[in-house]
């Protein structure tokens, strides 16, 4: 097993454009959770979904981002519009009802 | 409401010396608390939980609940204990949910 795979790896976009973010969980896996990382704020949980729920949002920054997941395989997480403050890195992690969260390699986003 | 600190931002130390890495929480019920590790370049990982009350990679917690703490420690810190290391709480009746300190960098110095 490939672990969570996240896409892309690196973005860098300009302010006001449209960034999708994607993220594959582990096949079985019953929650998904996005995180942002930044050295400010360290590890925030933005959202997480049970079996494709959205449970939690409560930690979206505002409604420029949302996050979707149409089926257990794939979600993705969008800003529109991004901004300079936006730039962070963004994980993917997954679990199967227990504690361990297995996480994916981020993507590093820039806005310019 | 629950709440993990981790008060040191920055840690270091040199090679051989002994290492402890704060964690403190404050939650009204029973927690489950766990270290995640981030080495350079690698996925963030899970590297102990205190239900198991095991040592890995020379590495033990103890919950103390009267301190409301989860620290960390090593006595003979190794190079490669070099990572970024977050404690985090599960309430345990949200299931799934982790709730993460701002982590604390740990560098050790040969």
């Known amino acids: 097993d490939a672990g969570v795979i996240q896409s892309p790896r690196h973005e860098v976009t300009e302010m006001g454009q449209e960034v999708t973010l994607r993220c594959k969980p582990i096949s079985g896996h019953d929650y998904l959770f996005w995180y942002r990382q930044t050295m400010m704020r360290g590890l925030e949980l933005l959202i997480y979904f049970n079996n494709n729920v959205p449970i939690d949002d409560s930690g979206m920054p505002e409604d420029r981002f949302s996050a979707k997941m149409p089926n257990a395989s794939f979600s993705t997480l969008k800003i529109q519009p991004s901004e300079p403050r936006d730039s962070a890195v963004y994980f993917c992690?997954?679990?199967?009802?227990?504690?361990?969260?297995?996480f994916g390699p981020g993507t590093r986003l820039t806005v310019l | 409401a629950q709440r993990v600190t981790q008060p040191e931002k920055l840690l270091s130390v040199f090679k051989g010396a002994p290492v402890e890495l704060k964690c403190n929480y404050s939650y009204s019920g029973s927690p489950e608390l766990f270290w995640y590790v981030q080495y350079s370049r690698q996925r963030l990982q899970l590297l102990l939980r205190?239900?198991s009350r095991e040592s890995i990679k020379g590495f033990t917690a103890d919950l103390n609940k009267g301190e409301t703490s989860f620290h960390l420690k090593k006595p003979f810190a190794q190079e490669e204990d070099s990572a970024m290391y977050y404690c985090a709480l599960s309430r345990g009746s949200t299931l799934g949910r982790l709730y993460f300190g701002r982590g604390t960098q740990l560098t050790v110095w040969p």
């Open positions: 205190h239900i």
């Open positions: 992690a997954s679990s199967l009802r227990a504690y361990e969260q297995f």
